[in-house]
């Protein structure tokens, strides 16, 4: 496509490689999931849901964080 030729894209695509072909793949469209429309990430029920649980943390992690807040020893390879 020339910088003179004034088609846009679509035009371009019809005119090249045949009406049937772009025609179908201009006239597709989908719809988001939230509007009901197919998931675009699927997983199974066991891996969604250590996926999607929250808190996402422990009470080991949690326990970690207070214990590291208490004694303040944030950095002691720097010491």
Avoid: C, Q
């Avoid at 894209?9 to 049937?20: D, H, M, T, Y």
């Amino acid at each position: 496509m020339s910088r003179r030729d004034s088609r846009n894209r679509r035009e371009f695509v019809l005119a090249s490689s045949g009406a049937g072909l772009a025609a179908s793949a201009f006239a597709k469209t989908e719809s988001l999931a939230l509007s009901g429309g197919p998931r675009a990430v699927t997983a199974p029920g066991a891996i969604l849901t250590s996926l999607t649980k929250w808190p996402r943390y422990t009470a080991a992690d949690k326990k970690a964080l207070h214990d590291l807040i208490d004694t303040g020893d944030f950095y002691p390879e720097l010491v």
